[in-house]
């Protein structure tokens, strides 16, 4: 998930927020965000500390973009915190909507995306792994505001 508030979006829209790369993985997380399945998220630290980006906070809100870049949802922070990838646990992760039933579904789900070609070119890392010690942004959302379908 990436939040970049020096982009460019619609004026009068919060800063947005991607959840996964363009494809099959964002659409499938943004229609959970917008059926209520998709309450919470995970993302690393280092991504934040790469991309220069301040961690999310209570109350902050930003805009949901689909895989075309529409806007679909203004969501707002209900709380975070940063800990060790090993004390992640299983309402976090069912609480992320992707139907996990096991903290080691969950756990396996992300190091495929977290040591992805795409991740690993993110960070800049083409080496980039993770580990129990490895910390995480654990947020929680609330969708504030539905958008209306642009088409």
């Given at each position: ?10 004026p009068g829209l919060p ?120 910390r995480v942004v654990l ?13």
């Open positions: 998930m990436t939040d970049d508030p020096d982009q460019h979006r619609a800063p947005k927020v991607e959840f996964a790369f363009p494809g099959p993985l964002r659409d499938r997380l943004v229609a959970a965000i917008l059926d209520g399945s998709k309450t919470a998220t995970t993302g690393l630290l280092a991504e934040y500390e790469h991309d220069g980006e301040p961690l999310p906070s209570v109350g902050r809100r930003s805009t949901v973009v689909d895989s075309d870049d529409r806007p679909v949802a203004i969501i707002e922070v209900t709380d975070t915190r940063v800990v060790p990838l090993g004390e992640v646990d299983i309402s976090h992760a069912r609480d992320e909507g992707e139907g996990h039933t096991t903290i080691e579904r969950w756990r396996a789900d992300h190091e495929e995306f977290w040591h992805s070609g795409e991740m690993r070119e993110a960070l800049g890392n083409p080496h980039f792994t993770v580990h129990e010690a490895t947020e929680r959302f609330r969708v504030a505001i539905r958008l209306p379908d642009p088409s």
